[in-house]
């Protein structure tokens, strides 16, 4: 199903706006546990109910929708080969008994994929990588003449040519280690009692990770502060999660199901707009006049929105 214009496109749009928004509010509560009334006062709490109900609803009936189809589809014998995200999910499900993945489980996989497909992209794309390759204009010529080596005259790109432009996938890590998308990642709660460095941390106290810190650690980095992509040439720290100096995006099973899905959109969009367009600044514009204040929210965006000129690139 698609949810890109009309009235229904309209709503998912208005809902998402609003789930971000709450997402990106103070909430004393996280801070202050015992300050939850302040969050009563302000309204706070209500908006959240009233947003986490309108996505449950719509979650819910997204997974209605296709369980009513896969029945359909069983009854006149008209089945359909292609699964998709979706399907694979309820179809666990179904297969297994025994399964933990219940309709909360797929509904929650569901928001997490929605979410991450569309602001954590954009902010990590349409953003801060561009940004930084106009900042920086010989990384940013070094990965267009690759881009265009390796695709020349291609209209369309495959998987195995994004895989052939090893640049490229060393300039989204440098991104994603000096923009995390989530800088405190997803708050977490402990589930039993623990020591950390010498802290007790007892069951049930929320933990904020600061990814940001992690990832400038000048004592696992070299200039932690310096946008180098080369230095991902040289080894095989990745944002899967596996490596605790590059996260991005969570680590092992608490990372974030969307992650495959946002990336594989990135090296797309980067590499077809670095192929198709030449790109300068506006006004004669330099690289030292680029604006790098950040906006905090749900995902760090910039706070000047980036003016960048294309002009169509033609061998």
Known sequence: MKYSEGESGRKFKNMLKEYFDVLSELNFEDMIPWLWWVDRVRGTSARVEKVAKEVDEFLDGLVEERLR??????????????????????????????????????????LDVYTAETDTTTTTILEWAFVELLKHPRTFKKLQDEVRMVLQDKNHINQQD?????????????????????????????????KVMGYNIMKGTRVIINGWAIQRDPKVWDEPDEFQPEMFLDNNIDYKGHDFELIPFGARRRGCPGMQFALVIDEYVLANLLHKFDWELPNGGKEADLDMEEEHGSTVHKKVPLLVMAKEFSS
């Open 162 to 194: 994004i895989d052939n432009i090893k640049y490229l996938k060393a300039v989204i890590k440098e991104t994603l280690r000096l923009h995390p998308p989530a800088p405190t990642l997803i708050p977490r709660v402990s589930r039993e009692d623990a």
């Open 69 to 110: 189809k896969q029945s359909n589809s069983g009854d006149d014998g008209d089945v359909d080969n292609s699964e998709d995200f979706l399907d694979i999910l309820i179809n666990i499900q179904k297969k297994d008994a025994n399964s933990l993945l219940d309709r909360d489980d797929i509904k929650g996989l569901l």
